[in-house]
């Protein structure tokens, strides 16, 4: 799993005031499942849905199709997490090219650039294209990166300084509250790196 990009998703979501829903596909194979299940309750305490699927056995696809009826869905991830396999699945009639954009090189040279409406046959929309799958435009401010990590934001207001960037202050709240357990270190870790990147792309034209 890439933990990183998943809080980059999670960022671009809140930023877009987009309910993000975090699907762990491919649960039929051996991981560390205790790490999973870790990372899993606490995004479900910050208020994310998370569903444990696989399209081998079928576990978690009837709560999949509950959770993207009435609501207009685009499903996003690094390729080869089963993204196609997923939609496939819950589009029978359609033609899911399955593996298509890894086989062509694995570069996604293989650019299809439609971008289709359909229609879950129990309910809900799909906006998809591989484009639409693989998108990875996270160009966030300082600000705009602390307002996606939800629980920094609650935190925040009890840091020292109503400007904290939560990295070296004195009195950081946020600081204060992962030593104790309540905020994951690794959310911090991504937020610092998120704020690297966003530094570096200020340097670019
Ligand atoms: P995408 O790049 O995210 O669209 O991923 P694909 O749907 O192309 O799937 C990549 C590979 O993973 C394919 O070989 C699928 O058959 C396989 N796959 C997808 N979902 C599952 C799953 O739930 N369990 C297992 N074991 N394999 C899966
Ligand atoms: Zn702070």
Not at 185 to 203: G, I, Q, S
């Amino acid at each position: 799993i890439d933990e990183y990009l998943i809080d980059c998703y999670l960022i671009t979501a809140e930023n877009m005031g987009i309910d993000a829903t975090l699907i762990f596909n491919k649960s039929d194979i051996e991981h560390d499942a205790d790490k999973l299940h870790n990372m899993a309750d606490y995004y479900r305490s910050l208020g994310y849905s998370v569903i444990e699927t696989s399209v081998e056995t079928g576990i978690g696809i009837d709560t999949l199709t509950e959770q993207l009826k009435g609501n207009t869905n685009i499903f996003v991830g690094q390729s080869g997490v089963g993204k196609s396999s997923l939609i496939q699945l819950l589009l029978p009639d359609q033609d899911i090219q399955v593996g298509a954009l890894s086989a062509a090189t694995g570069l996604g040279s293989h650019t299809t650039t439609t971008t289709i409406l359909y229609h879950f046959p129990n309910g809900g929309d799909l906006v998809d294209s591989p484009g639409v799958r693989e998108f990875s435009i996270w160009r966030y401010n300082e600000i705009e990166l602390r307002q996606g990590f939800k629980e920094f934001l609650v935190k925040s207001e009890a840091c020292k300084f109503n400007n904290c960037r939560h990295l070296t202050e004195p009195n950081c709240a946020v600081k204060a509250a992962i030593d104790c357990g309540e905020i994951a270190p690794w959310r911090l870790r991504h937020y610092k790196k998120m704020l690297t990147e966003a530094a570096e792309n200020e340097l670019l034209p």
